[in-house]
């Protein structure tokens, strides 16, 4: 079953200094955090903050490309978690085919943004997730879980990028 979500911020993870997506859950209380590259989690700022750049930046050219060849993206799955590593499928229309495409969530999120469609997680994804932060480090793991799930507008703002 798939959980739609949407993007709630961006915000740096204070031990890692990796920017972090959030995830939160449409229809409940659910987050999901996922650490990205500086360059990935720069495109999703730029359409959160909608920055037009003087340039098409990569997922900007992707969108134009879509957009011309008359492919519509229904909607972005973040369908797995793998030896600690997200995977997203982006499911596209085309000519009456669907289509799909591995992706890595960072780049599914920031087309989604782009071509505004629905972000969805996978359930197995959420479950893993929440296993996958008991089992490691418990304390920082809590303490990051308690943190996330209390952001506030004032908390994303100081960490915009």
């Keep these: 079953m798939e959980i739609e979500m949407k993007i709630r911020g961006l915000m740096m993870d204070p031990v890692t200094n ?9 229809g409940g209380d659910g987050v999901l955090p996922i650490w990205v590259g500086i360059y990935e989690a720069n495109a999703i700022a730029l359409e959160i903050e ?3 750049t003087p340039r ?24 797995e978690l793998r030896d600690d590593t997200f995977f997203a499928v982006i499911w596209m229309e085309r000519d009456g085919r669907t289509i799909s495409v591995d992706s890595r969530p960072s780049d599914a999120l920031a087309l989604a943004l782009r071509m505004d469609c629905p972000i969805f997680v996978d359930d197995g994804v959420l479950k893993s997730s929440k296993q996958a932060s008991v089992i490691s480090d418990k304390t920082s793991s809590e303490e990051m879980r308690k943190l996330l799930e209390n952001l506030n507008d004032d908390d994303l703002g100081r960490y915009k990028m």
């Design 18 to 26: 990796m920017p972090i997506v959030v995830l939160k859950d449409v």
């Design 50 to 52: 909608k920055v037009t």
């Design 56 to 79: 098409p930046m990569t997922h900007d050219l992707i969108k134009n490309l879509l957009m011309g060849l008359d492919t519509r993206i229904h909607k972005v799955v973040v369908s």
